[in-house]
C-alpha cells in the first residue's frame, strides 16, 4: 500500500483519505503496544495485573475513607468526654453520690 503514496514535485507526500486513516490506525496501535510493553502490561497477565490494581485502589479508597470517619468519630467522643467531665467537675460539689 505504501508504495502507492506519491510526492509530489515539492516533496510533499500525496496521500488519500483512506491511506491517511489507516497510517494513523497503525501508528496508534503501534503507539499502544509501546506504551503497554513500557508499564509492563504487554503479556497475557496484564488483565489480571490491571484487576487486581483496580481492587487495590478501591480497597485503599475504602480504608482511607473509613479512617475519616473513625477520626471524625474519635473527636466527637474526645469533645463529648471533655464537656461531661467539665460538666461533673463543676457540679461535683452539688452532687453527692453513695
Given at each position: ?83 461531661t ?12 453520690l453513695?
Open positions: 500500500m505504501w508504495s502507492k503514496i506519491k510526492k509530489s514535485d515539492e516533496g510533499e507526500f500525496i496521500i488519500t483519505k483512506c491511506e491517511l486513516e489507516l497510517l494513523l490506525e497503525q501508528a496508534s496501535k503501534e503507539g499502544a503496544k509501546k506504551a503497554l510493553t513500557e508499564l509492563g502490561l504487554h503479556d497475557e497477565n496484564a488483565p489480571t495485573d490491571i484487576r487486581d490494581l483496580r481492587e487495590l485502589l478501591r480497597a485503599f479508597r475504602m480504608a482511607s475513607r473509613d479512617s475519616f470517619r473513625i477520626l471524625v468519630k474519635c473527636i466527637v467522643i474526645g469533645f463529648v468526654t471533655i464537656l467531665a467539665g460538666f461533673i467537675s463543676l457540679l461535683g460539689d452539688h452532687i453527692k453513695k
